[in-house]
């Protein structure tokens, strides 16, 4: 669980300096933000009890970094996972990725909820915005908050 912290404190720390550079140069600065939302917050309590759904939230951050380039970072905020994903044009198939690392057997356990993806393409979204959130968990309380008209791209893969 301590390099969970670790790799949330370095997400956040990441994020929180890419804020700042979207905010002046959000034209020259390709990075996509996903947002891997494993259920609510009691759906995995309930099915494996506290401590065992913790153990696994935290294991699957540190395998998601594993699986991921070294450039990506994975942070996690309860059962929502975000992965930075920096890439050099839009084509850059990003859902084939996480299609791979997300269906992968270690954690296949995890899949008896139903997982909500979004991908938000954060140049877009600094272009467009008036007011330009200028920390980490501003970014991502306003992409939670406004997720259907921000995603580029959002889908779901149902429980088993």
């Known amino acids: 669980m301590i390099s969970d912290i670790q790799l949330c404190s370095r997400f956040i720390d990441t994020l929180d300096w890419i804020c700042q550079v979207l905010i002046r140069h959000s034209d020259d600065f390709n990075v996509a933000l996903v947002k891997i939302a494993y259920g609510?917050?009691?759906?995995?309590?309930?099915?494996?009890?506290?401590?065992?759904?913790?153990?696994?939230?935290?294991?699957?951050?540190?395998?998601?970094?594993q699986s991921f380039r070294r450039s990506d970072l994975v942070g996690r905020e309860g059962t929502d996972f975000w992965i930075l994903f920096p890439?050099?044009?839009?084509?850059?198939?990003?859902?084939?990725?996480?299609?791979?690392?997300?269906?992968?057997a270690e954690h296949v356990s995890l899949n008896i909820v139903?997982?909500?993806?979004?991908?938000?393409?954060?140049?877009?979204?600094?272009?467009?915005?008036?007011?330009?959130?200028?920390?980490?968990?501003?970014?991502?309380?306003?992409?939670?908050?406004?997720?259907?008209?921000?995603?580029?791209?959002?889908?779901?893969?149902?429980?088993?």
């Open 114 to 160: 139903e997982r909500e993806i979004a991908i938000f393409e954060l140049p877009v979204i600094y272009t467009k915005a008036m007011v330009k959130p200028d920390r980490a968990h501003s970014l991502l309380k306003h992409l939670k908050s406004n997720q259907s008209s921000l995603a580029s791209h959002v889908f779901k893969l149902a429980h088993l």
């Open 40 to 65: 609510d917050d009691n759906s995995l309590g309930e099915a494996y009890g506290a401590p065992e759904a913790l153990r696994q939230l935290s294991s699957l951050t540190h395998d998601l970094q």
């Open 87 to 104: 890439y050099t044009r839009v084509t850059d198939n990003v859902y084939d990725k996480l299609m791979d690392v997300i269906q992968g």
